[in-house]
């Protein structure tokens, strides 16, 4: 289902839109609450306030509160973990996002569900858009996909918005880098798996851009271009460096997917997103993905 343009079936939005965000100390939820702090009402329960783990008390849980946008990041977000654990799994990344779509349906609330690029099965070599068929090789991304479906039948209006490779607020891929190599660790990537490092901060513009005309169905929310692990790492260390946050450039060693058999969940190898329906809706270009990892790095030496 592509992404459209409708007339919002929400309440006006103002300066003090009461935002409900689940998943608000994950990556992406610490840069909606830093982007959104100043101009709106945040709710942000705590995980024992909202338990994702039981669908059958969301609802009464939801009810309590007062929002006109809901942002669901929360989740599992671990391949190995959703493959341990399948039904639990299947709660907190399925079931319970739809239960959350029923509710601002029914009272004419904003629903913005993420999504992941891992809802595609990557065996195609092109980027990928919003109507390119969902077809997982796991878990985790058997869960999402299911979420997406279920959160735009329970709720037409809502805006389901896959992400991919998020950076720029601790714990990412490129933190990690970093750390390594200021410990003296040799940094080793995979090479032979490609998708898109994202901005979480362009990805938290991007919605807010898009939460006011009402634009539904699904979007992807990722900088241009495309990368490997290893790419990645790469530039990580070659932006770093000529930064000064770190005093050598040493070269990303690296391996395969097939080098870790140990994983319990399969990836999927090839999930470039294409970010043009995006792009027109802002009404410009997306800036690429080194472009965005410059900026955050900057901001580290300040």
């Known amino acids: 289902m592509q992404a459209a343009v409708v007339p919002p079936g929400v309440r006006m939005m103002n300066m003090k839109t009461k935002v409900l965000i689940l998943g608000s100390t994950g990556r992406l939820g610490g840069a909606l609450r830093r982007h959104y702090g100043a101009r709106h009402e945040l709710l942000c329960p705590a995980r024992h306030d909202i338990n994702l783990g039981e669908p059958a008390s969301l609802n009464d849980a939801l009810r309590r509160l007062d929002f006109d946008i809901l942002v669901n990041c929360a989740g599992i977000t671990s391949p190995d973990a959703c493959e341990r654990e399948p039904a639990l799994a299947a709660r ?67 805006l389901v918005a896959r992400v991919s490779w998020l950076f720029g607020s601790g714990g990412a891929f490129a933190d990690q880098v970093l750390r390594d190599l200021r410990e003296g660790r040799e940094v080793q990537a995979i090479e032979d798996k490609w998708s898109v490092p994202t901005s979480v901060d362009s990805v938290a513009r991007w919605l807010e851009a898009l939460w006011s005309p009402g634009t539904s169905g699904l979007i992807h929310l990722c900088n241009s271009g495309s990368a490997t692990w290893r790419s990645y790492g790469q530039e990580v260390v070659d932006q770093s460096f000529g930064l000064g946050l770190l005093q050598h450039r040493p070269e990303v060693r690296g391996n395969s997917l097939d080098d870790f058999p140990h994983f319990a969940a399969r990836r999927p190898r090839f999930t470039v997103m294409s970010n043009a329906r995006l792009a027109g809706l802002l009404g410009c270009e997306v800036p690429a993905w080194q472009e965005d990892l410059g900026r955050w790095l900057r901001s580290l030496r300040a």
């Open 92 to 158: 907190i990344n399925h079931e319970s996002p739809v239960i959350m779509a029923g509710e601002c349906q029914r009272r004419g609330a904003r629903m913005i569900q993420i999504s992941t690029d891992y809802v595609f099965g990557g065996e195609g070599r092109e980027p990928l858009d919003e109507d390119a068929a969902a077809d997982p090789v796991n878990v985790y991304g058997r869960t999402k996909r299911d979420a997406e479906t279920g959160v735009l039948a329970a709720c037409p209006s809502a």
